[in-house]
């Protein structure tokens, strides 16, 4: 199963409430496309999905925020999970599309391949964290997807993902005018 198949999934599974921060590159693209609305659409900013879903999840309390990051994007903001750990924000919750490379330029692999997600997030402070292999299987997708995004409390969750072999082209509009559309929803 590749980030995007997974992406799609939620589009069934989300109530369109959802604060949504996702990663810039591939993932954000495929957010805008399958999912749609007004949501944090990062461009350029690597790194920063999780320090703003961490803020806005601060700021907006009673709204569930999904962050949805590339394990590249993670890996560059990886800091910002300690803070997360520390403050657990309630409805806060982290999907990590792990394919081991940035697809988005090029495909160099990242180093997600020695890394056992769970015990670094677990050794953090987060208790309610998942890693599953969706790339030889697609387990029982929209359950775990439910899961995450339904359930109380903080709680990442890490997928193994194939290798997305569809680059999109860049969102279509400006950074500002996609947070001014995101402000002016909050209002
Ligand atoms: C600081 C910084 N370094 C590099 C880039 C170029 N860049 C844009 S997207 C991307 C890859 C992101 O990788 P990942 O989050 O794993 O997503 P994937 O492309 O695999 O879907 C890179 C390296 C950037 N925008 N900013
Ligand atoms: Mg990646």
């Known amino acids: 199963m590749k980030g995007a198949e997974v992406i799609s999934k939620l589009s069934t599974i989300l109530n369109g409430e959802e604060l949504i921060v996702s990663s810039n590159g591939n993932v954000s693209r495929q957010v805008y496309h399958l999912l749609q609305g007004d949501h944090i659409y990062l461009r350029g900013s690597m790194g920063l999905p999780v320090p703003i879903g961490l803020g806005l999840a601060l700021a907006q309390p009673n709204r569930t925020v999904l962050v949805i990051t590339g394990d590249g994007n993670f890996l560059m903001g990886l800091s910002a999970m300690t803070t997360v750990a520390h403050v657990q924000p309630e409805n806060l919750k982290i999907i990590v599309l792990d394919n081991e490379i940035y697809a988005t330029t090029g495909g160099q692999n990242t180093v997600s391949s020695t890394i056992d997600y769970i015990t670094m997030i677990q050794g953090m402070g987060i208790n309610n964290s998942r890693s599953f292999d969706m790339s030889d299987s ?43 559309n995101f402000v002016n929803r909050l209002l």
């Open 138 to 180: 697609d387990h029982l997708i929209s359950e775990i997807l439910k899961d995450t995004t339904r359930e109380q409390g903080l709680n990442v969750l890490h997928l193994k993902v194939e290798e997305d072999t569809i680059i999109l082209d860049n969102i279509p509009h400006h950074p500002i005018d996609i947070k001014e």
